[in-house]
């Protein structure tokens, strides 16, 4: 299924014939609800401010859905993918770009034209922070270095600051104009955290320059897919290499490259999250977190968990 969007401004990118074509608008809310023939589910909007809006996709769809996007005004981006898979291609880029879960992209657009197909293959749930850059008037020089694009895209996975993040906005107790100040503020922090990362991860900018090709691209996402389910007892990078497809040397580079970690740095942060929910919940003590997230050593195990979000296990129901 193919569906022609244009989007000119923030405010109205998503208020066109082309959108209520796919979605009918909730009575009193910014959610649209998707038709039965595409498949369930719904898409909110939150405007927080003029040119800053919080959109939350929780959709099931029925077929293969493609999107046209053509951008012609500074367009900043950041979006967190919870499960659900697609696959996004710029025109003004020599590959594509995917759409997984666990990972987090900061995107700018202006003057150019976005090619999006959405798989039927998982249930969607993805957020997107959109910010118009002309309306919201921000002085950010760290910005410079990507305007000179048309298009950037910045990807980051194994990072446990970003769904903790994310996870404290969906799950906001705050009602009215306070929940709105609550995700204006994390929004904000969500920008810096990414921005913050330009220098450490190898950008748009400079994938232009590597060595990586669409295939080598295409089999480090199926890697981390692999390591997606397998986390609790990963294969060795030899094994991992094989499965994917990929000579051991090029999925070390080619794993930092792509998603600004290390291939145990992922499994690590993939570890630690799930101890921390699992923690957080209260019903198993350190030991059996250490257990159950794939660690024997449980001093080990606190030692990592300080590591990555600043205090011990033991602190953690308090927290």
Same mark, same amino acid.
């Given at each position: 299924?193919?569906?022609? =969007? ?45 040119? =800053? ?84 008037? =921000? ?8 305007? +000179? ?5 910045? +990807? ?11 996870? +404290? ?25 990414? #921005? ?7 950008? *748009? #900018? ?32 030899? *094994? ?10 090029? #999925? ?28 957080? +919940? ?15 050593? =449980? ?21």
């Amino acid at each position: 299924m193919n569906v022609q =969007m244009v989007s000119r401004h923030l405010d109205d990118a998503y208020d066109g014939a082309d959108f209520h074509t796919m979605f009918t608008r909730h009575s009193e809310q910014d959610r649209y609800l998707m038709p039965s023939h595409l498949g369930e589910g719904s898409i909110q909007r939150i405007p927080l401010r003029r040119g =800053m809006e919080l959109v939350w996709f929780d959709t099931a769809i029925s077929n293969d859905i493609q999107l046209d996007f053509d951008v012609q005004y500074p367009h900043l981006e950041i979006s967190y993918t919870f499960s659900g898979k697609g696959v996004y291609e710029p025109a003004a880029q020599a590959h594509a770009l995917q759409l997984t879960s666990g990972v987090s992209s900061l995107t700018y657009m202006d003057g150019t034209r976005v090619y999006a197909e959405l798989s039927p293959e998982e249930h969607i749930r993805h957020m997107e922070l959109r910010l118009d850059l002309n309306a919201l008037n =921000m002085i950010l020089p760290e910005l410079d270095r990507i305007k +000179q694009h048309s298009f950037f895209s910045q +990807q980051l996975a194994g990072i446990p600051d970003i769904p903790i993040l994310i996870e +404290q906005m969906q799950n906001c107790s705050y009602q009215g104009s306070l929940r709105k100040l609550f995700l204006e503020g994390k929004s904000l922090e969500l920008l810096a955290f990414h #921005l913050s990362r330009l220098d450490d991860n190898p950008s *748009e #900018l400079n994938m232009m320059k590597s060595k990586l090709n669409a295939d080598d691209i295409e089999r480090l996402y199926k890697a981390k897919e692999i390591l997606d389910h397998t986390w609790k007892q990963p294969p060795t990078l030899c *094994e991992l290499a094989r499965m994917a497809y990929l000579n051991d040397y090029k #999925l070390k580079l080619g794993f930092k490259e792509l998603f600004g970690t290390t291939v145990f740095g992922y499994v690590r942060a993939l570890r630690m999250n799930q101890a921390r929910m699992i923690l957080e +919940q209260g019903s198993v003590n350190i030991s059996e977190a250490s257990t159950m997230v794939g660690y024997s050593n =449980m001093s080990h195990f606190s030692s990592l968990y300080k590591k990555t979000f600043g205090y011990n296990p033991s602190e953690c129901g308090k927290r």
